[in-house]
């Protein structure tokens, strides 16, 4: 491939994925010390884009995109979502991609995902002011009231996901209501566990202090025991793990029953309990909110409420968002129920207690898995 055509095929690659979104066109200097070619190369590949009415040059010498021939211009949609990986937010963009791709057209929408590390990073005001709408993924801290305030000024239209904004007027989508962890607890409860304990390792913003408060109110109205775990790291793995070995070593009591705040929670502590011998599913159940769609591959799997198709959702509030229309209903949309997937990690409690490696701990004499199901 020339290099005149090679530079062309890279501009036409970046303005599809609205990478001009950021700063505009650059410069032809710019863009020759970016691609590594020379100006009169690259010169030549604007040119040619000009030609065909991918680009056009401003009276200020400036390239610009070209407004489509028909009118209709392509729709930028950003994903903003705090910096580190997650699984969750994974599924999320990829639900968003599918959900405009089939409802606009790939040549009609373009998806930009931008990560940002604290609320007054610039990335999100790039965000709001190069897009024509976005999801917010929201930190665990509350959004503060001068970025609402931002937010409802822009152009941009915004629905915050995984959080309920809406008592400050923002559109949001939640997928696990808090009355539905009750449907967990119920679950344990209905086993035979009369001691729950509650595992988090996440960050204790809204939605956990949520989940939570949540535990502790059926502990209160059913009667039942449980100690609350908590440690906050970067690495939610990590934490859980290291909070239930250490609880193992120091010899403290392991209750029959882990409720645990999220995914990754239970995945840490399942294996400090293997590697403690305890049998899960058998000595001490384990169950979480949101395994983040791998709960039930895991071995043994993971019992979880598990989020419902997220396309449901984000259809209902994309064609709001790519529109002129009026927000229509309740600001908060979520599920009126949820899947209770029943993995192995959950069975009924052990029927006698003995001395375990370093103290008193619950071990069984008889072990109820209950039965995965991949249907």
């Known amino acids: 491939m020339k290099k005149v055509a090679l530079v062309a095929q890279m501009l036409e690659k970046r303005i599809a994925h609205a990478d001009h979104v950021l700063g505009g066109i650059p410069s032809e200097r710019q863009l020759a010390e970016e691609m590594g070619f020379s100006r009169s190369t690259v010169r030549n590949a604007v040119q040619s884009l000009v030609e065909n009415g991918t680009l056009t040059r401003q009276e200020n010498g400036r390239l610009d995109i070209a407004a489509p021939i028909n009118g209709t211009r392509r729709r930028i949609v950003s994903v903003i979502s705090p910096s580190g990986q997650s699984g969750d937010v994974d599924q999320w963009r990829e639900s968003i991609d599918a959900v405009l791709n089939g409802s606009f057209g790939s040549e009609m929408v373009t998806v930009r995902s931008f990560t940002y590390g604290h609320w007054a990073d610039p990335a999100i005001q790039e965000a709001l002011s190069g897009s024509d709408a976005a999801f917010l993924l929201a930190l665990a801290e509350d959004i503060p009231i001068w970025?609402?305030?931002?937010?409802?000024?822009?152009?941009?239209?915004?629905?915050?996901?995984?959080?309920?904004?809406?008592?400050?007027?923002?559109?949001?989508?939640?997928?696990?209501?808090?009355?539905?962890?009750?449907?967990?607890?119920?679950?344990?409860?209905?086993?035979?566990?009369?001691?729950?304990?509650?595992?988090?390792?996440?960050?204790?913003?809204?939605?956990?202090?949520?989940?939570?408060?949540?535990?502790?109110?059926?502990?209160?109205?059913?009667?039942?025991?449980?100690?609350?775990?908590?440690?906050?790291?970067?690495?939610?793995?990590?934490?859980?793990?290291?909070?239930?070995?250490d609880a193992i070593e120091e010899g403290k009591e392991i209750a029959s029953a882990l409720f645990c705040t999220t995914g990754p929670a239970a995945m840490g502590a399942m294996r400090a309990l293997h590697e403690a011998g305890l049998k899960i599913g058998s000595d001490v159940s384990v169950c979480a909110i949101n395994s983040e769609g791998v709960g039930r591959y895991l071995m043994p799997s993971l019992t979880a409420l598990e989020a419902p198709p997220r396309a449901l959702y984000l259809?209902?509030?994309?064609?709001?968002?790519?529109?002129?229309?009026?927000?229509?209903?309740?600001?908060?949309?979520?599920?009126?129920?949820?899947?209770?997937?029943?993995?192995?990690?959950?069975?009924?409690?052990?029927?006698?207690?003995?001395?375990?490696p370093s103290g008193p701990h619950s071990y069984g004499f008889e072990r109820k898995l209950m039965t995965s199901s991949l249907s």
């Not at 529109?323 to 997937?341: H, N, R, T, V, Y």
């Open 315 to 356: 259809r209902r509030v994309s064609h709001w968002m790519l529109s002129d229309e009026k927000w229509q209903g309740p600001l908060l949309i979520q599920p009126e129920g949820l899947l209770l997937f029943e993995g192995e990690s959950t069975g009924a409690p052990s029927v006698s207690t003995l001395s375990g």
């Open 147 to 245: 970025l609402v305030d931002k937010i409802k000024d822009s152009s941009c239209r915004v629905v915050v996901l995984d959080q309920d904004k809406s008592h400050v007027g923002l559109p949001s989508v939640t997928l696990f209501p808090p009355a539905m962890e009750f449907q967990l607890l119920d679950y344990l409860y209905q086993l035979g566990h009369r001691h729950i304990d509650c595992l988090n390792a996440q960050e204790r913003g809204s939605v956990i202090e949520g989940r939570i408060s949540a535990w502790e109110n059926y502990l209160e109205a059913r009667d039942v025991k449980g100690q609350l775990y908590s440690m906050e790291m970067r690495n939610p793995h990590e934490s859980s793990y290291r909070l239930m070995r």
